[in-house]
């Protein structure tokens, strides 16, 4: 089952929906391109007790 998740664009600052996959670990990071102005964004994701937070940063840092 994927968890819903929101998260900031670091570009263009607009909040964009995607989800997470509990199966893959508490603990995720993984390259996206935003919705919104379809830059890369590196997302970390966590999941913890079925609930996901996410917290996206500018892919080349
Ligand atoms: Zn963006």
Known sequence: ???PLTYVCPHCA???ETS??????SSQ?????CQV???PLLLR???EDGEAWAEASPESE
């Open 1 to 3: 089952m994927l968890l």
């Open 14 to 16: 607009q909040a964009s």
């Open 29 to 33: 990071q993984y390259v996206e391109d």
């Open 45 to 47: 994701v966590g999941v």
């Open 20 to 25: 997470a996959d509990p199966s893959q670990g």
């Open 37 to 39: 102005c379809c830059r």
